[in-house]
T-cell receptor, first 114, second 113 residues
Framework: DTGVSQDPRHKITKRGQNVTFRCDPI?????LYWYRQTLGQGPEFLTY????????KSRLLSDRFSAERPKGSFSTLEIQRTEQGDSAMYLC????????????FGPGTRLTVL | KQEVTQIPAALSVPEGENLVLNCSFT??????LQWFRQDPGKGLTSLLL?????REQTSGRLNASLDKSSGRSTLYIAASQPGDSATYLC????????????FGKGTKLSVIP
């Protein structure tokens, strides 16, 4: 257990539905990251927050995706009008400056879009 | 744009053997490099982090090296055990603002009893 938690661990939804995932980082970590991992691939960066500010978004993050980190604590990732291509593992990571900026990952949320 | 490559994609070894996993990257201006382990259907567990000013890091039976000039890192596992079976991923930090990670596709290791 790295101290980063994600909820839910698994989500099955029908195409066109909206889904929301939650990430709780390690409490003292000011930076939070979302990645997406498809089968047989390494994780790909989606977006990151420093405290409550979303500072960078990948081109992978289409306008159907939105992420928030209110009050600089937990974060949510919402996908609207899900498509089958959204099926993947969504991973959250956090870090704090120092320790070489080592990132600690949560267990992930596995999304299956039918 | 940083690209990270891991070879081989899969590796099978008998228990007790020492082994080396390879990672190469295209941009030598990395901030640091991190090795992870991933079990099937699970998240990532950080194994070792090597900062750009370092040449290697050790933790137990694991030793990771970094050669920025050649764009390579290796993860050495001594006396492999069946419990080491997993996918091993390396990732580089850009260090330019976001510290986002760029991952390779991983090497799937199977240690046969």
């Amino acid at each position: 257990d790295t101290g980063v938690s994600q909820d839910p661990r698994h989500k099955i939804t029908k195409r066109g539905q909206n889904v929301t995932f939650r990430c709780d980082p390690i409490s003292e970590h000011n930076r939070l990251y979302w990645y997406r991992q498809t089968l047989g691939q390494g994780p790909e960066f989606l977006t990151y927050f420093q405290n409550e500010a979303q500072l960078e978004k990948s081109r992978l993050l289409s306008d159907r995706f939105s992420a928030e980190r209110p009050k600089g604590s937990f974060s949510t990732l919402e996908i609207q009008r899900t498509e089958q291509g959204d099926s993947a593992m969504y991973l959250c990571a956090s870090l704090t400056s120092g320790r070489g900026n080592e990132q600690f990952f949560g267990p992930g949320t596995r999304l299956t879009v039918l | 744009k940083q690209e990270v490559t891991q070879i081989p994609a899969a590796l099978s070894v008998p228990e007790g053997e020492n082994l080396v996993l390879n990672c190469s990257f295209t941009d030598s201006a990395i901030y640091n490099l991190q090795w992870f382990r991933q079990d099937p259907g699970k998240g990532l567990t950080s194994l070792l982090l090597i900062q750009s000013s370092q040449r290697e890091q050790t933790s137990g039976r694991l030793n990771a090296s970094l050669d920025k000039s050649s764009g390579r890192s290796t993860l050495y596992i001594a006396a492999s055990q069946p419990g080491d079976s997993a996918t091993y991923l390396c990732a580089s930090h850009s260090g330019a603002g976001s510290y986002q990670l760029t991952f390779g596709k991983g090497t799937k290791l199977s240690v046969i009893p």
